[in-house]
């Protein structure tokens, strides 16, 4: 072919596991909501930095050493971040990845994440809790956009690995992956009902 692609850009989805997610899910959104109402300073950071919402990420960010709950998860989660980094043809023989921080994002209506990436770390993620119909998925930019300098739009019909944004739906029981320096945002929630989710970082040695 006289045209390749160089450079691509990954993003890993699947269930986080075969089955068992409705009760796990419910159960994780229970004790999600009861780390919320317990949590001071996590209400207090999110009332100035995620407004409308609650994170623990500036409180509670590292929940797989907290919780059973959390800590069953993070076993799970790392199987497929494996998979991923292994995918990525990232040479780990003779190293380990550990999960560096994990915590707690709950979205209700009107609230939204901004435009970020994730540094000191390798692979992040998300793994969807409650995701009510219509709620918002992540929405991705491509890395490249700064130095798109004079270039013309796309397309309306360009094929989606040219297109400049795409959004991953969410959806409850499924684990979302991509490389930490991938910059992501999640839009308003245009929804009554809460979203939530929990947001985890990966690093090597």
Known sequence: MPTRAW??????????KKAGLDRFNAELAEECRSLCDHDTAGRRWSAKNYPGGYTSYASLNQLHK??????????????????????????LRGRTIVMTDF????MPEHAAHSLHLHPLSFISG?????TPRGCPGLKFEDPRLSKFMAAPPKTAGARPANRLHITYAAKAGHVILFESWLRHEVAANRTKAERISVSFNYNWS
Do not use: C
Not at 7 to 16: A, C, N, R, S
Not at 66 to 90: P, V
């Open 66 to 91: 907290f919780s059973s709950t959390f800590a069953g998860l993070e076993r799970k989660l790392t199987a497929h971040a494996r998979k991923f980094a292994a995918q990525l043809d990232m040479d």
């Open 126 to 130: 998300t793994y969807y809790v409650v």
């Open 7 to 16: 450079f691509p850009t990954f993003i890993y989805h699947e269930p986080l």
């Open 103 to 106: 915590w707690v994002n709950i």
